[in-house]
């Protein structure tokens, strides 16, 4: 069955950095625009990055600059390298594909300290 583990949240200052990995199996991983996306709390879960099997890339306008997306179709993993952290970014990051209708992970809880 599918699954997606995410991997790499934690506790991080304001202007820090973190990397996040995902784990996925149980469907054809190299088929699938993956992507990022993050829930804060009491807010809509909301789409941050995506990435196509060949490596085109799209980011919501609220991490561009600041935010690397990235795939290894060979190990089925997509990472997510986040820079110049902010308090706004706290929130649980999920992996799915581009429209979401994978079963979810866990999450991966990340919390930005001003």
């Known amino acids: 069955q599918v699954q997606l583990v995410e991997s790499g949240g934690g506790l991080v200052q304001a202007g820090g950095s973190l990397r996040l990995s995902c784990a996925a199996s149980?469907?054809?991983?190299?088929?699938?625009?993956m992507a990022w996306y993050r829930q804060a709390p009491g807010k809509q879960r909301e789409l941050v990055a995506t990435?196509?099997?060949?490596?085109?890339?799209g980011y919501a306008d609220s991490v561009k600059g600041r935010f690397t997306i990235s795939r290894d179709n060979a190990k089925n993993m997509v990472y997510l390298q986040m820079n110049s952290l902010k308090p706004e970014d706290t929130a649980v990051y999920y992996c799915?594909?581009?429209?979401?209708?994978?079963?979810w992970g866990q999450g991966t809880q990340v919390t930005v300290s001003s």
């Open positions: 799915n594909n581009q429209w979401g209708v994978l079963s």
């Open positions: 149980g469907f054809i991983f190299s088929g699938n625009v």
């Open positions: 990435i196509t099997s060949g490596g085109t890339i």
